[in-house]
């Protein structure tokens, strides 16, 4: 519901703040004075397209704000939820600026928005009803969600819907899994690969142990010769040995140490130095003759790191991480080939979708077809009472089914109108004027009286053309409709302003060489006046005055 509606400088209205309550709300003004105004910045509101000639003569910016109270609105909440727009009070404040310079900046709870959003959201809190502006009577798909949800199908559309989806999930699981012979070829591929892999990829470790064998074995002759050079040079049987100059040098410090026990530390040292250096020599023979020096084992070495290098470049990963590409490789062969009975399991889940979704759709297709009739039936009647005799209203239910599930059910629908008796019914986005619209509009809307969950209905002139006994009827009704959600109404008859349980007044006066327009909310007395001027024009007398406090006891009584 609409709580607060706030404008600044748009068109000749300079600010107005006004809170408006649950039930019909009235807006009465004289011609010209800027009645639509509210209507206009709803629309703005909305998502239509700003002109910058819409902010005041010279002013930089025009700005409309409102706050909703979401309390009976819970696809709005969830909406901002989804969205990351909800504030933690629960409210919706939806704003918009309209720069002088051309463009303009939406936002919802204070955060930016684009004009697709904001409509988005603002379908699910407002519906208007103008002379101009008949997007969701005159568009298909919302043709259906209003016969859906005057029928109270509900639950039967979110059936067949869930059941569409599915089956179209199931399908493209299906051509995901079956790929025919491109299937059968990734198959043969990975096979192949699979066994490569398996053969010659090695976990890090193994790798390393292999690259360091493989550089070990193309250098065994090098290391033999270079190690046994080494070990003759530490303890060999020439006169430069390393081991025989210590063996000098001990037995000179040895013969010094007699004389002088502080070189006993240095002569210790050197007795380990031969001992170390004799070591160092066993080792190294020892090495030397175990080197492997078999050109077999080095060739294997050699094979094995070439098959690795070439599958790293085919698979554009490193050597090391090829053994733990293997296990995603044989992961994907081993779905595929399992598919056969994966697309057998979802072939027959496939069919008993199809057949379930052929049950809820002929059972939606027998509600919408009973909701068709008996919706056509209640908006005639409505329409002879709104001032259209003669006219009738139908819903066409079109079948439409490709083969496939779909999501909306196998028909469409149109609604289709005659203004006259006599006339053939047509579609009526082709043949309704603005106030038929608005009436037609009005009609639906009371025929469907509490299936709409739209909080908020505007209705703009929705009187026009009409008087006397129809536009005290279509008051009664816009009354009526009140009662269940919030109406606000722009009108210019005292028939139907008298129905209202709140009254905004319009009025246009020059002050300071320029035009503004004031909103008010009327108390009792007001009222009586507002009507009273209605009913008589230019001059009310006591007559007429008593005449609208009549129309106006007679309206709020039970």
Known sequence: MLTQLSVRNFAVLEAAEIELGAGLTVVTGETGAGKSLLVDALLLLSGTRADAGMVRAGCERAEISAEFDLANAPAARAWLSEQAFDDEDGACRLRRVIVAEGGSRTWINGRTASLA?????????????????????????????????????????????????????IVARERELSGGDDRAARIDLLRHEVAELERWALSPDALADLEARHKRLANAGKLAEGASGIAEMLDGDGELAATRAVVRTHAELERLAELDPALQGPLDLLDNARIQLGEAADVLSRYAQ??????????????????????????????????????????????????????????????????????????????????????????????????????????????????????????????????????PLR????????????????????????????????????????????????????????????????????????????????????????????????????????????????????????????????AQAP
């Open 117 to 169: 959003q904001l409509s988005e959201l603002t379908t699910m809190l407002v519906e208007i009803h103008g002379q101009h502006e008949h997007q969701a009577l005159l568009d298909r798909a919302q043709q259906l969600q209003m016969l859906d949800a005057f029928g109270g199908n509900g639950e039967a559309v979110a059936k067949v819907s869930g059941l569409a989806l599915r089956h179209r999930d």
């Open 427 to 554: 579609p009526l986005r082709k043949v309704a004027s603005g106030g038929e619209l608005s009436r037609i509009g009005l009609a639906i809307e009371v025929a469907a009286l509490g299936s709409d969950a739209v909080g908020t209905m505007v209705f703009d002139e929705v009187d026009a053309g009409i008087g006397g006994a129809v536009a005290e009827t279509v008051g009664a009704k816009l009354r009526a409709l009140g009662s269940r959600c919030q109406v606000l109404c722009v009108t210019h008859l005292p028939q139907v302003a008298a129905q209202g349980h709140a009254h905004l007044s319009v009025t246009k006066a020059i002050e300071d060489q320029a035009t503004r327009t004031h909103i008010i909310v009327l108390d009792a007395k007001g009222r009586s006046e507002e009507v009273a001027r209605m009913l008589g024009g230019v001059e009310i007398d006591r007559e007429t005055r008593a005449h609208a406090k009549k129309m106006l006891e007679k």
């Open 290 to 423: 175990s080197l492997d020096l078999d050109p077999e084992s080095y060739a294997e070495a050699d094979a094995h790191l070439t098959a690795l290098h070439d599958l790293s470049r085919r698979h554009r990963l490193p050597a090391a991480d090829l053994h733990a590409h293997v296990a995603g490789l044989h992961e994907e062969l081993q779905t595929l080939e399992d598919a056969g009975d994966s697309l057998a399991k979802l072939a027959a889940e496939r069919k008993q979708c199809f057949a379930d979704y052929g049950n809820a759709a002929s059972a939606l297709s027998k509600r919408r077809a009973g909701a068709a009739k008996a919706l056509g039936e209640a908006v005639t009647s409505l329409m002879d009472e709104l001032g259209m005799a003669g006219g009738s209203f139908a819903v066409d239910v079109e079948p439409q089914f490709s083969g496939e599930p779909d999501p909306h059910g196998r028909e469409r629908c149109e609604f289709t109108v005659s203004a006259n008796l006599g006339m």
